[in-house]
Antibody
Framework: QVTLRESGPALVKPTQTLTLTCTFS??????????MSWIRQPPGKALEWLAR???????FYSRSLKTRLTISKDTSKNQVVLTMTNLAPMDTATYYC???????????WGRGTLVTVSS | EIVMTQSPLSLPVTPGEPASISCRSS???????????LDWYLQKPGQSPQLLIY???NRASGVPDRFSGSGSGTDFTLKITRVEAEDVGVYYC????????FGQGTRLEIK
């Protein structure tokens, strides 16, 4: 059974750095063609893809957020980590991690973690 | 960046009636391998999104056959043959041809 769980702070102050961890089970990120992405959703708004890391450690970022994001993985712990710098109130959102394939689709999602940026 | 445009944004449907959602991309999603890198997701109230259709027309595991996807290139459609109460939520199309972008979402509600 595939499971994904996001964890991180619920409240972050403006200008701070956010670190989110996705802990997964039921598969390995060393499997060829496997990918993990981070996606966020501001309250009441649409989904926005943020970053992706592939089984071979290739990394891809949203063009609009590229300078603020870093994605990494620890295959021994079955974890993927996203850091986002210089947080602002507009970064308030539920952050999801999702498993993907080289054909693009996300077949498994975590429950999401709500991050609020406020002083 | 590929822009995804969905219509309508709101879709009230009577149970048992069909429903259709359109998704258009600003660039072709047809890969040289012949596949369209277009997926459909449903986000039910209070839940994470769930995969319905991948590569334009392939139903994901466990998805009822009343859901179908069609289209190629820049124009895609999600159809529900007979809407049920459990189909309520926001439907998103997503392209994976160049990185990832989502449509704005279409909110399906029961009349």
């Amino acid at each position: 059974q595939v499971t994904l769980r996001e964890s991180g702070p619920a409240l972050v102050k403006p200008t701070q750095t956010l670190t989110l961890t996705c802990t997964f089970s039921g598969f390995s990120l060393t499997t060829p063609a496997m990918r993990m992405s981070w996606i966020r959703q501001p309250p009441g708004k649409a989904l926005e893809w943020l970053a992706r890391i592939d089984w071979d450690d290739q990394k891809f970022y949203s063009r609009s957020l590229k300078t603020r994001l870093t994605i990494s993985k620890d295959t021994s712990k079955n974890q993927v980590v996203l850091t986002m710098t210089n947080l602002a109130p507009m970064d308030t959102a539920t952050y999801y991690c999702a498993r993907g394939y080289d054909s693009g689709q996300f077949d498994s999602w975590g429950r999401g973690t709500l991050v609020t940026v406020s002083s | 960046e590929i822009v995804m445009t969905q219509s309508p944004l709101s879709l009230p449907v009577t149970p048992g009636e069909p429903a259709s959602i359109s998704c258009r991309s600003s660039e072709s999603l047809l890969h040289r391998n012949g596949n369209n890198y277009l997926d459909w997701y449903l986000q039910k109230p209070g839940q994470s999104p769930q995969l319905l259709i991948y590569m334009g027309s392939n139903r994901a595991s466990g998805v009822p056959d009343r859901f179908s996807g069609s289209g190629s290139g820049t124009d895609f459609t999600l159809k529900i043959t007979r809407v049920e109460a459990e189909d309520v939520g926001v439907y998103y199309c997503m392209q994976a041809q160049q990185l990832i972008t989502f449509g704005q979402g279409t909110r399906l509600e029961i009349k």
